[in-house]
């Protein structure tokens, strides 16, 4: 490119953009249970090594071993889609920017992405609760 003066000006492609925040900003489950003393970095790092079904598996058994007895009657067959969705509109909400950007990051049109938010009460999670009662965005 010719500049003004006649000198060639270069175009800078390793110059990082500017990321701007959006409103998801403050959303980040990891930072949200560190905060609560629900994990830690050495937890963090352990839960990293383990596949997502090992830990599914995991879970479900310690469950039962905390009840002593074989858990019967609840449908977990069923329950599953609807609680892989929630973990899966949580990483949504905090790797991405906007609603927007977390609905194309889902595959999903924004409308149906904004129902299922409503739907599953998502955005709860996300506030702390205040010591009047009030909850606030992180």
């Known amino acids: 490119m010719v500049g003004t003066g006649g ?6 492609a390793w110059k990082k953009k500017k990321r701007i925040p959006g409103k998801n900003k403050y959303y980040s489950v990891s930072r949200k249970f ?3 003393n629900k994990t830690n970095k050495e937890f963090e790092i352990i839960l990293n090594s383990l596949t997502l079904e090992d830990i ?24 599953v889609r609807d609680i892989c969705k929630d973990g899966m509109m949580k990483l949504a909400l905090s790797a991405t920017r906007s609603k927007r950007e977390a609905a194309n990051f889902l595959g ?11 739907r599953m009460n998502i955005e709860t999670f996300f506030e702390e609760e205040k010591e009047d009662g009030r909850r606030e965005r992180e």
């Open 34 to 36: 560190l905060r609560e």
């Open 56 to 79: 599914i598996a995991l879970k479900l058994e310690l469950s039962m071993k905390s009840s002593g007895v074989p858990i019967y009657g609840i449908p977990l067959w069923k329950a």
């Open 108 to 118: 999903l049109q924004l409308v149906e992405f904004k129902n299922e938010l409503s």
């Open 7 to 12: 000198e060639k000006e270069e175009w800078m």
